[in-house]
């Protein structure tokens, strides 16, 4: 280890109890980070829902409902996260390491519901954590409101649970139990736990119904059962199941015009004991307030509810005043409306991270007919896949955040690399470990699928045309960028003299504070990497040669497998037009540059790792992918990178259609800022007909004839992520020394915020982020809580205010616009001057030939009449001779 680390070295072995002292930093890092990301709310799928990182262990989750009439009970009692059923929920503050707080705004249920997770570090088995629930009715609510709360809790796999004093209950035939509920368990990788669920604040309801006696409500019920493993993530039906068998019970006792009260109905029986499903139930009369308390019997004490409390406090001050230091706010967002709303787009970011353990669907029959060579191939495909059974395979465990909570909880390989952009800057480590999650997922052959449906109960959220994953499809690959990232990080890092920063950081950062488990990190990921890239490269290779293409390279062009008529889902801009119909001697632009950003990336690693012979190679590559971008799909008619085909002549020719796919060169940081053909691409982000909006930049053109056509998908609506890309290299244009700065700082400064203000506006009016927005009134719509990519405004909002810089070009920059245009004028009058001579030329030749006619009708004429002359005095000849022949015969 290098002296200069020597400090940083010394105080992270303090932090870390020594762990540094190995000899092998990575594994002694990631045995000390992982005991602060082993527990979380891993279940994102839930309103609340927690689990460890360990494959088949411990878990629980919530459940709550109004019990005031007989007939809502059933759709109104929350568990699962669904789209458009709440007024709005999700993090304020939360970080993976320490904890947050949930809100929930439920009006169909008349209350707001906060839960708050905290994490106690300690012991051998990751530590210790306690979640508060508290519901807060409404102002519209009745005043005696009346919540049915359930928590549960659920062990997959080998060990054991039970609770505790249940021979108590059974003897002394208790209906409930009186005071607080105690659990106690044992597993492999937790060791012996106890779960404490407090009797908790509240009132409870009290009537004067017979039935009473028999649940009284103001006690806890709790329900022990075993069932099978694979049915254990549907808790929603066993409950359900449990609580008819219970109004079946109580129901026939009383008469019908007296049954009893529904918070009384919709109870669960009262059966402690062992099992491996425990489902706890309280019954509240307005606000309430309960805590479920997980300790660890390998840490130091036992928690309690005030240590709880004391903590929430100081894990909510101290999320507060690091966010700020991470993602300070910079003009014109330092109002501190932004603050709340920032804070909350980047918690449900991080809050999102779940641990998904299951099998998955897959399509390893490699037909023929997948690797779409022959016109009509995507029939072809379509027949392939409809008689190619799909296997499951697996388990296998993956640790990433997620698009959407409601509607897309699962891993999406390209939205994860734009998801830890932000999370890199807050917890480096935490990225680290989950684009190694990621990369554990990759095949011998260097596949990573890009959707992960693991498990029955992520599938349960999943059409079944859209479950299986193919061998030969690949997704954009934005892992990359992430590591690029780090690369930054520490560049940075050995170039800062002080190392009190990081020394404050140290449980974030450790790999970035130890530069020899930093490259340990990289060289063992490096295979891996190299894997999936010569990977991308073999299975979306393009056809050049058989086309006659001319080209720098006859290699360096790419298309993208699993093509449609409407579609190329694989590339993530899913309906975007493209060429029609489909071609096998088709090439992708966008593919290209995402080859590109790859393999500039990829080559830097190479560089940090010594591996001089792999940075030759790529080098060679990166080379050959600029030279072949301008020569495949630069038109030079239209201005614009285009996607290219072949016509019915097997010619190539480019299919231009302005919008996101032109700006993918652009976008990758694949053009050179001195590049004259960057103010063509400057035109067409900066003009209103075309992709310019007040909200944002259009994904398609609105003078293309597939505007908002169609699915509507990527045909026009705004996109964070591209618009995210956008902004970078806008930024980096502006800092350069190319004439476009001035320009390009301009773009950057009103898009930058165009785009914040937009999503602003959208969550300040529905509580939610969007996954895209409406070009013409700037409106969230599709999936709702989509807080993946949509969070990037959080990294946006941190970006440098160039407006001071901006300032004294915008002149010059209305200047050169007015001059552009008044060349345009002299342009379009010299235009109409061509046009018109060319018009009266037209018109002389046309009054030349009318002329040429009149005369050749003219000489017709003569000689019709010379003829008839002739004729006439051939007939006089004849009637002479005629007269004479008479006259010799008399």
Not at 236 to 258: A, S, T, V, W
Request: charged share 30%; net charge negative.
């Amino acid at each position: 280890m290098a002296p200069s680390n020597a400090v940083t070295w010394g105080l992270l072995a303090l932090s870390a109890q020594s762990a540094f002292a190995s000899a092998h930093p990575v594994a002694d890092i990631e045995k000390a980070s992982n005991a602060s990301l082993l527990w979380g709310p891993y279940r994102p799928n839930l309103y609340f829902g927690v689990r460890p990182r360990i494959p088949k262990s411990l878990m629980g989750g919530l459940f709550w409902t109004r019990v005031e009439d007989y007939t809502s009970v059933q759709n109104n009692f929350r568990h699962t996260c669904e789209q458009h059923e709440l007024d709005g929920y999700g993090w304020d503050e939360y970080d993976v390491r320490t904890g947050g707080r949930q809100t929930i705004h439920d009006p169909a249920n008349g209350i707001d519901v906060t839960t708050e997770f905290i994490k106690f570090p300690g012991g051998e088995h990751g530590g210790s954590w306690g979640a508060r629930i508290r519901g807060t009715p409404r102002e519209d609510a009745s005043p005696d409101l009346r919540t049915t709360v359930v928590w549960y809790h659920a062990l997959e796999g080998v060990g054991s649970l039970l609770v505790e004093g249940a021979y108590v209950d059974a003897e002394e035939h208790n209906p409930g139990r009186q005071g607080d509920v105690f659990l106690r368990g044992r597993t492999l990788e937790l060791g012996d736990f106890r779960v404490r669920i407090t009797e908790g604040k509240g009132d409870h309801p009290t009537t004067q119904h017979p039935s009473y006696d028999e649940k009284p409500l103001d006690r806890t019920f709790v329900l022990s059962t075993q069932v099978p493993d694979e049915a254990l993530w549907q808790i929603k039906g066993i409950l359900f199941q449990n609580m008819r068998q219970e109004i079946d019970k109580l129901m026939p006792k009383y008469p019908e015009d007296n049954p009893p009260p529904p918070a009384q109905i919709y109870t669960i029986e009262h059966n402690p004991g062992s099992g491996n499903v425990h489902i706890i139930q309280k019954v509240f009369e307005g606000p309430f307030e309960f805590d479920i308390i997980f300790s660890s019997m390998s840490a130091p004490k036992q928690i309690t509810s005030e240590d709880l409390t004391t903590q929430i406090k100081s894990v909510t001050t101290g999320f507060s005043s690091r966010f700020i230091d991470i993602f300070r706010p910079q003009t014109p967002f330092v109002n501190g409306r932004y603050e709340e709303f920032a804070k909350s787009l980047f918690s449900n970011l991080i809050g999102g991270i779940g641990y998904f353990y299951g099998d998955s669907r897959v399509d390893r029959s490699y037909d023929p007919a997948y690797e779409e060579d022959s016109e009509g191939f995507w029939e072809e495909a379509a027949e392939a896949r409809a008689r190619n059974a799909a296997q499951f395979e697996g388990p296998a465990e993956l640790f990433t955040s997620i698009p959407s909570r409601p509607f897309f909880p699962r891993g999406f390989l390209w939205d994860e690399g734009f998801h830890l952009l932000p999370v890199i800057d807050w917890d480096v480590d935490l990225t680290l470990d989950i684009i190694k999650s990621w990369f554990h997922l990759e095949d011998e052959d260097g596949w990573i699928g890009r959707e992960q449906i693991l498990g029955a109960e992520a599938r349960s959220k999943v059409p079944p045309e859209f479950q299986v994953q193919y061998p030969h499809y690949a997704n954009p690959p934005t892992l990359f960028m992430v590591l690029t990232t780090f690369l930054d990080k520490l560049d940075a890092v050995s170039q800062d003299s002080s190392s009190e920063t990081l020394l404050k950081e140290k449980s974030y950062q450790m790999l970035l504070s130890n530069r020899e488990a930093a490259l340990q990190y990289l060289r063992t990921l490096y295979p891996l990497l190299t894997r999936q890239y010569f990977w991308f490269r073999r299975t979306q290779a393009g056809d050049i040669k058989s086309y006659d293409r001319d080209a720098f390279s006859s290699k360096e062009g790419y298309r993208w497998r699993g093509r449609t008529p409407d579609h190329i889902l694989t590339s993530g801009l899913d309906d975007y037009p493209r060429a029609q119909p489909p071609h096998p001697g088709e090439l992708h632009v966008d593919l290209l540059s995402w080859v590109g950003m790859m393999t500039r990336a990829i080559k830097r690693i190479a560089l940090y790792l010594d591996e001089t012979e792999d940075v030759a190679e790529f080098t060679k590559y990166e080379t050959a992918i600029l030279r072949n971008l301008d020569d495949l799909h630069w038109s030079t008619k239209d201005k614009m990178y285009c996607d290219a085909t072949i016509d019915e002549f097997e010619e190539h020719v480019l299919v231009c259609h302005k919008g996101y796919i032109s700006l993918f060169p652009f976008l990758t940081g694949l053009m050179d800022a001195k590049d004259d053909k960057v103010g063509d691409v400057l035109d067409l982000i900066a003009d209103p007909e075309q992709l310019w909006s007040e909200y944002g930049l259009r994904s398609l053109s609105k003078g293309s004839e597939f505007y908002h056509t169609g699915e509507d998908y990527w045909r026009g609506p705004i996109w964070v992520n591209i618009n995210y890309l956008a902004l970078v290299q806008l930024l980096n244009l502006a800092q350069s020394s190319s004439t476009h700065a001035p320009r390009a700082a301009k773009l950057y400064t009103e898009l930058r915020r165009n785009l914040v203000n937009t999503v602003y506006e959208s969550w300040r009016e529905t509580g939610f982020a969007w996954e895209q927005y409406n070009p013409e009134t700037g409106k969230g719509q599709r999936t709702q809580h989509f807080t993946g990519w949509t969070s990037l405004v959080v990294k946006v909002m941190s970006m440098p205010d160039l407006e001071g810089e901006v300032g004294d070009t915008v002149v010059k920059e209305e200047k050169r616009v007015e001059k552009k245009v008044e060349q345009k004028k002299e342009e379009k009058k010299e235009e109409k001057k061509e046009k018109d001579e060319e018009e009266e030329k037209k018109q002389e030749k046309k009054h030349q030939k009318k002329q040429e006619k009149k005369q050749e009708k003219k000489q017709e004429k003569k000689q019709e009449k010379k003829q008839e002359k002739k004729q006439e005095k051939k007939q006089e000849k004849k009637q002479e001779e005629e007269k004479e022949r008479e006259k010799d015969e008399l």
